[in-house]
């Protein structure tokens, strides 16, 4: 299994912008495809995007799609969310996830390890 660590959460205004971080363990990194999830207080848990081990494909729910950007730098063992136009609604703890494979639809049972998570709160 690989360990991640999040980072670059916070405080932050309606309308800014912060970018989250997720340092992985292992020399196995490249392998995997990985992901953010979140989950908000009183809610269950949801995916926000994707990423395939090789950076060719990305997958958004439809609520983050056009404001958030995953990425990731193999060589640093780190993916990213980049996340503008911040709402109010996006107020929750963000995880990163590591998973062998996903689906076109990815799933949080797709996902065997996962970060602590790192909060990210947006004022109105």
């Known amino acids: 299994q690989v360990q991640l660590v999040e980072s670059g959460g916070g405080l932050v205004q309606a309308g800014g912008s912060l970018r989250l971080s997720c340092a992985a363990s292992?020399?196995?990194?490249?392998?995997?495809?990985m992901g953010w999830f979140r989950q908000a207080p009183g809610k269950e848990r949801e995916f926000v995007a994707a990423?395939?081990?090789?950076?060719?494909?990305?997958f958004y729910a439809d609520s983050v799609k056009g404001r958030f950007t995953i990425s990731r730098d193999n060589a640093k063992n780190t993916v990213y969310l980049q996340m503008n136009s911040l709402k109010p609604e996006d107020t929750a703890v963000y995880y990163c996830?590591?998973?062998?494979?996903?689906?076109?639809?990815?799933?949080?049972?797709?996902?065997?390890?996962w970060g602590q998570g790192t909060q990210v709160t947006v004022s109105s």
């Open positions: 292992g020399r196995t990194f490249s392998s995997y495809d």
């Open positions: 996830a590591a998973a062998w494979v996903v689906g076109n639809n990815p799933h949080e049972a797709d996902f065997g390890s």
């Open positions: 990423i395939r081990w090789s950076g060719s494909s990305t």
